[in-house]
Each structure stands twice: as structure tokens, then as C-alpha cells.
T-cell receptor, first 110, second 115 residues
């Protein structure tokens, strides 16, 4: 079983819609969770971090964490074509190791 | 957020030559840095963990004699690809952790093309 699992997609949403990206993890003791965005040909860029159960909002982005279900998600409201990228979920496990998912490719259709 | 730089951003070399890539943390100190490789349309692959003042820890399947890592200071790690071959052509990305929460920040990457 992989440490972090994401649906590879591709996920397509129309401009203005909500994009929902999901991630599950296996290490129940994990405490830190991150979402990175990677544009084609570029390195990953941190967009959100979350450490407590519940929702954390930053502009059009909302991260949601449910430790009991070992589930973390990212919602992008009012999706824009510029949001088209691969989104990587990352989890810091109990050994302080970072585990990345394989990424979900998002395309926002104008 | 913290800033991590890499140099060079692009390198083209002949087969058999060695290439050095630098990774710097610009506004913080990093006792640990990480080196990743990414092939087109594939996910990040962790190559090694670079530890300041000690030997790097390599992931399974990564040749430590081919990918030499030196972490000589708290702000600089270098990756040297020795005797590079066309199959080493890839996107090499470094990262460093910063702060009490150990958030990981990535450098902009170095694209290596071996002819």
C-alpha cells in the first residue's frame, strides 16, 4: 500500500466551477499535510498546509482534513484556466519523512 | 515562504562528462535538503537526503557513486552527476525544510540534457 494515494485524473472542470482534489494516507500518526501545485515543466509550489481537523481557507483554496478517515482534500472555488496544473498531496509521517502522492492533473476548461 | 534556489537552471553536456548542480536556501538554514528527479509526465522521485556535515542517505536503486552529494554548509547542497549518460537526462529538483513545522520548499529545478 502506498503511503499517500491520489486519483491521477485527469480531472476536468469548467471555468468557474469547484474543483475537488482528494488524497488518502496510510500513516495514522501523520500530523502535517500539504498541497503543492506543479505546472508543466516547473517545480512544485506550496499552496496550502493543514495540521488540524477541519477546514482551512486561503483565498479560493480550501484544504480539508479528516484524520479519523485519513483523508485530506483541496477545493478550488471559481476555478480558472490558470489553475490547470498537477496537484500533489504531501504528508509528513511519524518519522518526519515526507511522502508525496503521484499527483492529480487538473484541467480547467474556459 | 522560504526561498530555495538552484543553479544552473539548464545544462546540456556531452556523454561522459560530469555535471554539478547547486541548491541553496537563501533566507534560512537547512540541515537537511532533498534531491528529486522527475522524468516527463512522471511523478517526483526522491533520490537522496542530503545531511549537512555527514553523508547523504540514498534511496534504494540510486547509485551513490554516480550521484555525488555534498552538503558542505547549512545553506548549500550540491549534486554531481558523474559520467553522465543520455538516460540521466531529467529534471532535477532540490528542496529544503524550513521552520518548526518543517514545511518543504522546492527549488526551481535544473533541466539536464545529456547528448
Amino acid at each position: 500500500q502506498k503511503e499517500v494515494e491520489q486519483n491521477s485524473g485527469p480531472l476536468s472542470v469548467p471555468e468557474g466551477a469547484i474543483a475537488s482534489l482528494n488524497c488518502t494516507y496510510s500513516d495514522r500518526g501523520s500530523q502535517s499535510f500539504f498541497w503543492y501545485r506543479q505546472y508543466s515543466g516547473k517545480s512544485p509550489e506550496l499552496i496550502m498546509s493543514i495540521y488540524s481537523n477541519g477546514d482551512k481557507e486561503d483565498g479560493r483554496f480550501t484544504a480539508q482534513l479528516n484524520k479519523a478517515s485519513q483523508y485530506v482534500s483541496l477545493l478550488i472555488r471559481d476555478s480558472q484556466p490558470s489553475d490547470s496544473a498537477t496537484y500533489l498531496c504531501a504528508v509528513m509521517g511519524t518519522g518526519n519523512q515526507f511522502y508525496f502522492g503521484t499527483g492529480t492533473s487538473l484541467t480547467v476548461i474556459p | 515562504g522560504a526561498v530555495v534556489s538552484q543553479h544552473p537552471s539548464w545544462v546540456i553536456c556531452k556523454s561522459g562528462t560530469s555535471v554539478k548542480i547547486e541548491c541553496r536556501s537563501l533566507d534560512f538554514q537547512a540541515t537537511t535538503m532533498f534531491w528529486y528527479r522527475q522524468f516527463p509526465k512522471q511523478s517526483l522521485m526522491l533520490m537522496a537526503t542530503s545531511n549537512e556535515g555527514s553523508k547523504a542517505t540514498y534511496e534504494q536503486g540510486v547509485e551513490k557513486d554516480k550521484f555525488l552529494i555534498n552538503h558542505a554548509s547549512l545553506t548549500l547542497s550540491t549534486l554531481t552527476v558523474t559520467s553522465a549518460h543520455p538516460e540521466d537526462s531529467s529534471f532535477y529538483i532540490c528542496s529544503a525544510r524550513q521552520g518548526a513545522l518543517q514545511t518543504q520548499y522546492f527549488g526551481p529545478g535544473t533541466r539536464l540534457l545529456v547528448l
